[in-house]
């Protein structure tokens, strides 16, 4: 006797991508959410370290700020907090990204616990097993899904990328040396780069939350037609 449970048996008679995507769902839902929660709980923390030298850094005049010479404490300050700001906004959506694929597989793991549900019942009952055909939307859910999480991914190694551009930048006089910068120097072509990334990575952020999102709002609609199929089924059979 088959000691798989109803989802398993139904599982292993999936077609090889349903097949894979279905293991994946059963074995990274949970990882998925810790990580996601992991990475959002540490970012707070580094946020909260750091409001602390930015604390420590305006705790001087601006006179003091602007004159301090390259390699000066608080020049050093500038480079942490600026750094920091580059690189957490990324990696906070890296969390929530995650965090939205584990919803999204635990959403999976129902639709395929529904569906082997009701073939079993129909089994169960000797009568002829009908399955609904795959909808468009049980299609899309999972790829709109992983595609969310790599833009996510990509925005938060790109905000890295930032972070060392941005540490450069203010590892300097600002007196003597940021102000000073002449068109057409190292300098403003780094502040340059800064400010136009910033200008669309954030905006990315947004459409791999969006793709996330949609991915979760296609499941959930599959699930409904699911339940729609099966109370139809149940009708006609006991009719």
Known sequence: ?????????????????????????????ALSILM?????????????????????????????????????????????????????PGFKFFGMGLLFSGITFVLANIINALRAAGGGLQRALGVEVKAMAKPLTAKLFPPLMMMGLMVLIAAFVISLWLAGVSAGYWNHSIQTELDAAQAGSALLAQLAAIQSVKAWLEPLKFVGIAFLLTGISLALATIRKILQFQAGRIIELVS
């Open 36 to 88: 996601g929660l992991g990475i959002v709980v540490a970012a707070f923390l580094v946020g909260l370290w750091n409001s602390a030298q930015v604390g420590a850094y305006f705790a001087n005049s601006k006179e003091v700020r602007e004159a301090a010479a390259t390699g000066a404490a608080i020049v050093g300050l500038r480079v942490t907090i600026e750094s920091i700001l580059a690189w957490l």
């Open 1 to 29: 006797m088959s000691t798989l449970t109803l989802e398993e048996q139904f599982v292993t008679m999936l077609p090889p991508y349903d097949r894979l995507l279905a293991r994946m769902a059963r074995s990274l839902w």
